[in-house]
């Protein structure tokens, strides 16, 4: 099973700025990565697929990028919408990372 | 427009049995790749199961030999059937659709709004 480690768990921003999110794999991510946001209440949202193809809908914003087994979800600038928490997923044998807080600071 | 609408969760106590219902809309069940995600209450996303167009259905090894994956054509809906119900089983179940019907991507932009499962004596 290949294990996802995000970091930071929080990261505190305020809006305007950028926001970077990392995404570690215990191997090589061989099938891409995808990334999601939750807000509370509410089922997660896919933002990125294919490592850096945008979902249907994501504002330009937001970005992906990465291989092997670092990966990257960048905010280039923060909308209030935008806190929240975020997901990594790979997709050979599904799993998930535990997750990075974004809240406004 | 794609909707997914989950129900069947509830207070269910150790060793029970409850089966979760996905009705979908939109789109046909049967016809695409299928799957269930859950999320204990407070913490991250766990996959459970999918099943694929053609009928095969692959499990996580936490629930393998207790949960079964099944649809209903007529119905247009996915079912998850969770037996030997566990403590730790005690999550918001998700209903979700791949992204291609052409392949299992494991790429999920289709959520239903998730049914609550509590497992407790």
């Known amino acids: 099973e290949i294990v996802l480690t995000q970091s930071p768990a929080t990261l505190s921003l305020s809006p305007g700025e950028r926001a970077t999110l990392s995404c570690r794999a215990s191997?090589?991510?061989?099938?891409?990565l995808a990334w999601y946001q939750q807000k509370p209440g509410q089922a997660p949202r896919l933002l990125i697929y294919?490592?850096?193809s945008r979902a249907t809908g994501i504002p330009a914003r937001f970005s992906g990028s990465g291989s092997g087994t670092d990966f990257t979800l960048t905010i280039s600038s923060l909308e209030p919408e935008d806190f929240a928490v975020y997901y990594c997923?790979?997709?050979?044998?599904?799993?998930f990372g535990q997750g990075t807080r974004l809240e406004i600071k | 427009e794609v909707q997914l609408v989950e129900s069947g969760g509830g207070l269910v106590q150790p060793g029970g049995s409850l089966r979760l219902s996905c009705a979908a809309s939109?789109?046909?069940?049967?016809?695409?790749?299928m799957s269930w995600v859950r999320q204990p209450p407070g913490k991250g996303l766990e996959w459970v199961s999918v099943?694929?167009?053609?009928?095969?259905?692959y499990y996580a090894g936490s629930v393998k030999g207790r949960f079964t994956v099944s649809r209903d054509t007529s119905k247009n809906t996915l079912y998850l059937q969770m037996n030997s119900l566990r403590v730790e089983d005690t999550a918001i179940y998700y209903c979700?659709?791949?992204?291609?019907?052409?392949?299992?991507?494991?790429?999920?932009?289709?959520w239903g709004q998730g049914t609550l499962v509590t497992v407790s004596s």
């Open positions: 979700t659709r791949d992204i291609s019907d052409v392949y299992s991507s494991g790429w999920y932009p289709y």
């Open positions: 294919d490592t850096s």
């Open positions: 939109g789109f046909t069940v049967s016809s695409t790749y």
């Open positions: 997923q790979q997709s050979s044998w599904i799993t």
């Open positions: 191997q090589i991510v061989t099938s891409n």
């Open positions: 099943i694929y167009r053609g009928g095969d259905a």
